[in-house]
Structure formats: C-alpha cells, structure tokens
C-alpha cells in the first residue's frame, strides 16, 4: 500500500499503520484521514493480517490533533461535513474486525487522543502526552472525543479536561485507564508487537466475535448485550478452532488454531 502521509508494513499477521507527517507532528489533515479509510477498509480485508498496530513517526508526536491550518478555513457546513468524514473513519477503526492497538509515542491531542480512544487497546510511551484542547481554539472535539472519553474514564474526569484543555501526562493517563500500559518509548513498539502477537495465536473467530461484543456494549442495554454475547458464543462453538482449542486443552497440548473458519 502506497500513501503520501502513511506507512503501512505487515509482517507476521501484524500490520503497523504508522501516521508519516513529522514535520506536523503527525497532525491529520483531510489526505491522511482520507488515507486512513483506505488503509484500515484494505487490511480489515487482508486475510493474512491478524491486528494492527497504529502509531505515529518521529519520538515527539503520536497525533498531535486534526490540521489547524485546515480548521482555520472551516464554516458551519464544511464544518459538519468534517468532523463527520472524522467520525466516519474513526468508527470504521473501531469496529472493523480485527484488534487495533494504538502504540501512543508522544503527543496524542485532539484528534490524536481522539483516533487512540477509538482504539480496542492503549499502549503509551512514557512521554506521552494526551489532551483535548480544542477549547483553546474556540471549538470542541469533532471526532468523537466528547463521546469516547467520557465512555472511557467517567463524565467527571472527562468534562475536567475537555473543558479546560489541560495535558494528560502517561502516568496520569495510566491512573485514570485512558491507557492500559506505559513504556519506555524506546520498547513501546515491541510491547505493543508482543500483545499483538500473543493475539495472533488464539482462535482468530473467536478474538473477531470477542472484539464485535465489546464494541456493542455502548449501544445496546445489558440485556441485549448478553443476549448477543450468547449467540456469538454459540457460532464459536460451530467451529473448528473450538473443537482444537478444547481438544488440545484435554490431550495437554499447543491448540493449532485455522487462520479462518
Ligand atoms: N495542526 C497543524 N500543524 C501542527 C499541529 C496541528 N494540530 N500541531 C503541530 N503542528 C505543526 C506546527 O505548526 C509546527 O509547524 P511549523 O514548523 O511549520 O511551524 C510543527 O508542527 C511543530 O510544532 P511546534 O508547535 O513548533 O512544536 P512544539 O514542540 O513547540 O509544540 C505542541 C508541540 C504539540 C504542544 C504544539 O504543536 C501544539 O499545541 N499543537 C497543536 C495541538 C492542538 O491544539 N491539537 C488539537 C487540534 S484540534
């Protein structure tokens, strides 16, 4: 895959979607959003792709927000088409089927902590620094950030820095579950490469309809919730990684899972 803002490589089933704008400190503008839909549409489809890892280039930036010298020029109806295309693309990360792990190397503003927060997994170097400013610039977050955030680490907390703007440093965003671990920066890859591996070991289905389950938690009541996980826990249980992985279990050895059921 070729793209003038990012680098996609895929090795082992693991697929590193890296956002390349240094010079901006990785910040989106409308080609890399644009670009991002076709990377995630493209390897959602490659079936020899297990997990995706996204992270930023250079060590000072992960996403440093949406471009501002592309907002400056934005009026009500852009405006809304905008943060919907963002909305679009960042939903289109969340919910796709395979695990995405965000490998957060620096700052992660606005729309950096907002395409992390639609992430399934957090992983954060230890300089890194996650916000939501936008009300320093007379807006508020567009791409899902209000929702996200405040989903992840309660309306209280959330409010606190959407409204004033204030940096969230690693450890804090540890303390508060906005990210699950923190690394130093120069091993944040290969962390983030070794959960990505031990996913790609298990029941593939299974990781699939794990991640489709959590996904509805938002938007469905607990009942419905439970009512989908025990239909999805049933087509598991049609395929032929159930019957290796259970098997293998009672013979006492390493299950050999099928890449697809
Ligand atoms: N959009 C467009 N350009 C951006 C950008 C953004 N969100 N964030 C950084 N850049 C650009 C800067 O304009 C600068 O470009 P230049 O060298 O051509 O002038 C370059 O990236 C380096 O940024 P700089 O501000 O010089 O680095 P710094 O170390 O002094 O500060 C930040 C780093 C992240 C604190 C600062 O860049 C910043 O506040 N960025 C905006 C964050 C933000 O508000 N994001 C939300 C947008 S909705």
Redesign the pocket.
């Known amino acids: 895959m070729n793209f003038n803002n990012l680098l996609v490589e895929a090795e082992n089933n693991i697929a590193v979607v890296t956002v390349n704008r240094p ?3 990785n ?1 989106l503008n409308s080609e890399t959003i644009n670009e991002l839909d076709k990377a995630f549409s493209e390897l959602n489809e490659d079936e020899n792709v297990f997990v995706i890892i996204l992270t930023g280039s250079g060590e ?2 992960f996403v ?6 592309e ?1 400056n020029k934005l009026d009500e109806k852009t405006a809304k088409i905008f943060s919907e295309k963002g909305q679009k693309v960042f939903s289109k990360i969340e919910t796709i089927e395979k695990p995405v792990i965000a490998a957060v190397n620096g ?1 992660a ?3 950096g902590c907002e395409i992390a927060l639609a992430c399934n997994i957090r992983l954060a170097s230890d300089n890194a620094v996650f916000g939501q ?2 009300v ?2 007379g807006i508020i977050p567009g791409y899902g950030g209000t929702q996200r955030l405040t989903r992840l680490i309660n309306s209280g907390r959330s409010a606190e820095y959407i409204l004033t703007g204030d940096m969230i440093k690693a450890e804090e965003a540890l303390k508060i579950g906005l990210v699950n671990k923190v690394y130093l920066q120069s091993e944040l890859l290969a962390k983030a490469k070794e959960m990505a591996q031990k996913i790609c070991t298990k029941g593939q289905f299974a990781v699939r309809m794990a991640k489709k389950a959590i996904n509805i938690v938002d938007e469905v009541s607990d009942r419905e919730g439970q009512n989908y996980e025990a239909s999805v826990f049933a087509l598991c249980c049609i395929t032929e990684d159930f019957k290796e992985g259970t098997s293998a279990f009672l013979e006492k050895r390493k299950p050999q899972f099928k890449i697809n059921n």
């Open positions: 010079e901006k400190l910040a000072k930036a440093a927000g949406a471009d501002i010298s907002l700052y503003l606005g729309g400013p936008e320093n610039l």
